[in-house]
């Protein structure tokens, strides 16, 4: 009787993938689908701790193709004038360099975090994979190229370039450059990022690496590092001034002067005048003590998770941990956007950031913090939402541009982009290209 059967099974396996009704990839999603429900079960029925067959499942079925895998809805630019320009994070660090291999070993980039990456809960979307671009080397600037179309294609107007200068030495420079010297059509402007480096970027200890010099003149000489760029036609410009964003405003010694100087050195060399945003990188209650607009910045800029932390609703107790160690805290994405809880705090002339996902446990290794439940459903309302405030913050004056900030194009070990991956494909992709379509005035 068996040996009937299994001749029958055969027969039927044979049918199934011969048949001229289905294609070989609809094919195999259902085959595998079947197989992981099946074992699934026999899973359920070994004996041991319920957690940990729970984990395990959870694991497997992370190896099946995704349901919730999109595909790219169209090609082609999808930017129109009466858009508001989106601004996606850039990250620079795809590649080897001499400092990563000193600090981190031969090889070394940020590939090696998101490498890193183990679910510490059951329905912890770890490891991040990435999809069509795969582990890119931004060396190859058919990437960076790629990198653009995909933007465009989405409506994200230009990249915010991470720039990294150390009183006169530069790092992470190759890709910006390789980007400069090229045909690419597509905007660009820079955000300062004036801070040390040290070993937590790796997830391993405060320990600093190369510091970010705190004087006068380390900061006056940091303008004439970036004018080249400036000088460019697809810099970035606010009513005719190029921006640049600063990320720890608070960090600039004597700031009147500081700005003050470079204005003059841009407006001298150039015939500009510069457009500096201060960037909101901590909690917003850190910002209503100052009064950055008096200190010389144009305006204020959200950098996405830092200034809304406190008004999500952390979800850590309520998780099924394998990791008892674990030490970071978990957000609830899905509240916050459908609470609208970033309407809660706003500061004068500030323009919005929003992250589609945020999930930085892969470099933190047992720590971090981890915005749960994101979607692209969820991100497009969340989207859509604050193009209609700087729609309207823009009509009524309070802002000079409709600019809108993405945290992140590409921060693969922070949780945060947009860029294709293995589990939504390009659903943040479409999502962006459908809330620009969805908001847009007639």
Known sequence: MEEVVSKIFEKAKELYWNNSFMSSEDKEKIFYYIRG???GKVTKKVKGDELSNEYISNILEKQLPSKEYEELEEEGDFFEKNNPKIIAYYLPQFYPTEYNDKWWGKGATEWRNVAKGMPQYV??????LPGELGFYDLRIVENIKRQVELAKNSGIYAFCFYYYWFDGKRLLDLPVDEFFSSNVDFPFCFCWANEDWKKQWFGTSNESLIVQSKTVESYNNFISSILDYLKDERYLTVEDKKILVIYKPRAIPKPENVLRYWREVVRNEIGKELYIIASISDKYEEYQKTDFLSMGFDA?????VAPHLEYFKNVTQDKKFVCDDF??????YEEFVLSKRYFEVNLPKTYRAIAPMWDNSARKVNKGIILDGSTPELYQKWLED???ETQFKKKE?????????INAWNEWSEGAYLEPDLRWGYGYLNATRRALKNTREK
């Open 327 to 332: 030490l970071g805290n978990i957000y609830d």
């Open 37 to 39: 429900k099946v074992k």
């Open 386 to 388: 604050i193009i209609c």
């Open 123 to 128: 329905g912890h979307y770890q490891p991040r």
């Open 300 to 304: 204020l800029g959200e950098f996405s």
């Open 397 to 405: 004056g309070r802002i000079d541009e409709a600019l809108i900030f």
